[in-house]
């Protein structure tokens, strides 16, 4: 790179074929898991059954977080949780 001046690779937003190539197998990977997922549950022990659902739910539950300022015309207060329990 010459003087901060790019002079060779990718053009700046072209993807990156071997990521998305990755993600599209993930993709898949996961959407088959998907289907068996309930049965895969349904055979764990109660207590490992429970520590999948806990990690399974940031990715379907949002999260709370608290915000509190004024709006235009009223008090707005908004409410979401990022921590972890």
Do not use: F, H, W
């Not at 990156?16 to 990755?22: G, L, S």
């Not at 659902?53 to 908004?78: A, F, R, S, T, W």
């Amino acid at each position: 790179m010459a003087n901060g001046i790019k002079t060779g690779g990718r053009k700046a937003g072209t993807p990156n074929k071997a990521t998305a190539a990755i993600k599209e197998v993930l993709a898949d990977i996961v959407s088959a898991e998907l289907e068996t997922i309930k049965g895969t549950l349904a055979i764990l022990p109660p207590q490992e059954c429970i520590q999948a659902l806990i990690k399974l739910l940031p990715y379907v539950v949002p999260k709370k977080v608290e915000m509190k300022g004024q709006g235009l015309q009223n008090d707005i207060e908004i409410t979401l949780d990022l921590g972890r329990a």
